[in-house]
Nanobody
Framework: QVRLVESGGGSVQAGESLRLSCKVS????????LAWFRQAPESEREGIAI???????YFADSVKGRFTASRDNAVNSVYLQMNSLRPDDTAIYYC?????????????????WGQGTQVIVSS
């Protein structure tokens, strides 16, 4: 069974940084496409970053230039470095995985999800 566990959320001031981690319970190797999504209150789930099986990243316009993402296959983990945080980044952040090639940030395409970690950014 594939389980994902996020950590690293918290409350910060605008302009500060946070680093989220997601530990996957199976060997991700070069088999899994990984992604980060977020969901703000009363909003739809938004795909913000994708990390391909070979480590190529893609970011939504809303976070491009502020967020970076990476994966460490040796420890079956994926990371989201969030810099210059803004109040509108406040959301629950989820990591997601699927055992096939990446094809975009459609949440319906991902098979496995973490429970989410809360990020609150105050002005």
């Amino acid at each position: 069974q594939v389980r994902l566990v996020e950590s690293g959320g918290g409350s910060v001031q605008a302009g500060e940084s946070l680093r989220l981690s997601c530990k996957v319970s199976v060997s991700i190797g070069s088999k899994y496409c990984l992604a980060w999504f977020r969901q703000a209150p009363e909003s739809e789930r938004e795909g913000i970053a994708i990390i391909s099986r070979i480590g190529i990243t893609y970011f939504a316009d809303s976070v491009k230039g502020r967020f970076t993402a990476s994966r460490d296959n040796a420890v079956n983990s994926v990371y989201l470095q969030m810099n210059s945080l803004r109040p509108d980044d406040t959301a629950i952040y989820y990591c997601a995985a699927k055992r096939r090639a990446c094809s975009g940030l459609d949440f319906a395409e991902f098979d496995y999800w973490g429970q989410g970690t809360q990020v609150i950014v105050s002005s």
